[in-house]
């Protein structure tokens, strides 16, 4: 069993910074691949970003790809998004979810445990 609790949404301008952080608790944490998922009003919830048990593998959606970093603290049992030169396209709620397995999965259906979300908010 692991519970998820996200951390560190927010209101930003344009071209703004946040780090959301994703709280685990439970013995298998280090097991499971991580990931980033995001829904807007209005739409299907996304893939933003996943990295694997050991960090070894990272992958990101195409939106997002060079301005967010996916990290995990295995010893803290912590996963991270750092997002940089955010747009108003990127406002949404922002969920972090553990893996069925160790590996990078980008479908919703790869992930078994999921947070509550964080609100993240981007102004013009």
């Known amino acids: 069993q692991v519970q998820l609790v996200e951390s560190g949404g927010g209101l930003v301008q344009a071209g703004g910074s946040l780090r959301l952080s994703c709280a685990a608790s439970?013995?298998?944490?280090?097991?499971?691949?991580m990931g980033w998922f995001r829904q807007a009003p209005g739409k299907e919830r996304e893939f933003v970003a996943t990295?694997?048990?050991?960090?070894?593998?990272?992958y990101y959606a195409d939106s997002v790809k060079g301005r967010f970093a996916i990290s995990r603290d295995n010893a803290k049992n912590a996963a991270y998004l750092q997002m940089e030169s955010l747009k108003p396209e990127d406002t949404a709620v922002y969920y972090c979810a553990a893996g069925r397995t160790r590996y990078v999965g980008r479908d919703s259906q790869d992930y078994d445990y999921w947070g509550q979300g964080t609100q993240v908010t981007v102004s013009s």
């Open positions: 990295i694997s048990w050991s960090s070894g593998s990272t």
């Open positions: 439970g013995r298998t944490f280090s097991n499971k691949a």
